[in-house]
């Protein structure tokens, strides 16, 4: 077996174990393999060991990857979208996580609708209103809802944030919880299902799992550290 393989057997089996933990069915909770900054043949390894689900936050990289890729391969859009590639995404992604503003969403419900689709996306929140990150504030969400949810070409899946970066997954609890809250809370104002949690990464995926995850964006904790050329920045992972 590959080290690829191997790794995501382990990444896997904790997050079985995470499930079982808390109680949960079996089997809800997907993992989005995340493949930024890799190149395909790393990626193909992963697809030859069985996995099917990635993900990928920039939208150039990806364009160039994902044909690369078998056609089996699904991929989902993690990081920010800029209108004008909004119809790209949407060629590309069977979802985008990362659909941070009112704007955004109207954009791609529109192009939506051009090419006779239904957008697939998560609303990403910003829930502890860092400066550095978009996504929308809490009350921003509960006055907008009604018009997100209206949008005749989108299918809003549920909610995605990425914490504030602490030292320990533990740490990272109360934000998952209070992502997870806020979800339950926008279904009863809705009225609406609002079912998918997109949180959880490398270092706090099995948390994020215990407090309702249900889809886990996982990279480095399978293909090893992001860390590039000395002199150079780590890529960004938000
Ligand atoms: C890079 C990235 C991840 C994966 O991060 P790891 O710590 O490598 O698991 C998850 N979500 C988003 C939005 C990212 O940009």
New binding site residues.
Partial sequence: MSDLAANLREISGRMERAVERSGREPGGVEL?V?T?TWPAELVREVFEAGHRLF?E?KLQEAAAKIPRLPSEARWHF??HLQRNKARKALELFESI??VDSLRLAAHLDRIAGEVGLTARVYLQVNAAEEESKGGFRKAELREELPTLMGLEHLQVEGL?S?PPRVESPEAARASFRSLRVLRDELQELSGSALPGLSMG???D?EVAIEEGATIV???????G??HVQPGRLA????
């Fill in positions: 989005v995340v930024k993900g936050n993690i990081g996580h990362s995605m990425i990464m490398s270092h995926f964006r996982v990279g480095s904790a399978i293909f550290p992001r890529p960004e992972t938000g």
